[in-house]
């Protein structure tokens, strides 16, 4: 994630270099422009005989039919990271909520449940950023729980695992008459928003761009770039190739940050800081539960930028 000032352009211009998807762009349309180099030589040197001329005008209906479909490309991909985000914010809430109603349940003397549930929750969220980048902490079970760590890590799912142990500790309480049926009701569904929360992550995660879409539009972009010198050339002569460069850089740019912020719980410089969100969460839980945290986690190493 880069935190930034989106008023101060030229402090956000001046950190380009620092942009992963800038520095791919720049490569590619070097190459782009080493091909169209190659192919003015081509046509200015060996095809004396034969030029090869295409219709600006055909060729600038080619470029509205390519920039609406970088649009709706781009608009996609932002649409997977901004429901990702909404989930994680939806999540802040609903932890906070079940955090505010064990608070009021619980009496100050039970530091038991207290530190249970304060660890229980703070140990799912982590285990939940954890598993949407595709590893299993299983030592985060062991921050609440009293099983063995050889029974731990039988389970493969650890978000799953860790709400199912907290909705045994809540219907344990209510059997034991800590809690009424009324107050059971209240937390079920906080539970339950857990799950939906990680169930539309996981869908997210595991539903990409389909391949045909993808594959179109960068075989678009490349054959589009390929062609512009033939189009440029006769008019404007070697300078085509800088100016295919720079429209090569505007599309090519585009997609490439299309494919990075379409997958927003990775670790990439603009993916979702979801390790972040789930630490500032523990602090939260922490705080509302009345219990001291011992061991908060680390920011992870994430190509986390900062833009001031």
């Known amino acids: 994630m880069i935190n ?21 762009t720049m490569r590619m349309t070097l190459v782009v422009g080493l091909i169209a180099a190659g192919l003015g030589a081509i046509q200015e040197f060996l095809m004396t005989d034969f030029k090869i001329g295409i219709e600006p005008s055909i060729f600038s209906l080619l470029g509205l039919l390519l920039s609406l479909l970088l649009v709706f490309r781009l608009n996609s ?4 990271w901004w429901e990702g985000r909404k989930q994680w914010g939806a999540l802040i809430n609903h932890t906070r909520g079940l955090a505010v109603l064990w608070h009021g349940k619980l009496g100050h003397k039970d530091i ?7 660890k229980g929750i703070s140990a799912y969220v982590l285990a939940l950023s954890d598993h949407l980048r595709d590893k299993s902490n299983h030592s985060l079970v062991e921050m609440y729980s009293e099983e063995s760590p050889e029974s731990i890590r039988t389970y493969a ?3 799953n695992k860790i709400v199912r142990d907290m909705y045994e500790r809540t219907e344990m309480l209510y059997k034991d008459g800590f809690i009424d049926g009324f107050q059971l009701n209240q937390v079920q569904p906080e539970l339950q928003e857990f799950l939906n929360i990680q169930g539309a992550c996981e869908r997210i995660k595991a539903t990409p761009i389909p391949f045909a879409h993808n594959f179109f539009i960068k075989l678009f972009v490349l054959t589009y770039c390929a062609l512009l010198p033939f189009v440029l050339i006769p008019v404007i002569g070697w300078w085509a190739i800088l100016m295919t460069m720079f429209v090569s850089y505007a ?13 927003p719980f990775g670790l990439d410089c603009n993916d ?15 705080e ?10 680390k920011e ?4 986390y930028i900062v833009i001031k």
């Open 251 to 263: 599309l090519i740019g585009i997609e490439f940050i299309s494919v990075e912020i379409e997958e």
């Open 4 to 24: 930034y000032n989106s008023k101060n352009w030229f402090e956000a211009i001046s950190h380009f270099k620092s942009s992963y998807v800038i520095r791919r």
């Open 288 to 297: 509302i539960l009345e219990v001291e945290l011992l061991d908060t986690e």
């Open 157 to 159: 799912h650890v978000p």
């Open 272 to 286: 979702l800081p979801t390790h972040n969100l789930a630490v500032k969460i523990e602090k939260n839980v922490h």
């Open 77 to 80: 991909a932002y649409d997977r």
């Open 300 to 303: 992870v190493k994430q190509q």
């Open 112 to 118: 038991q449940n207290r530190t249970f549930f304060a």
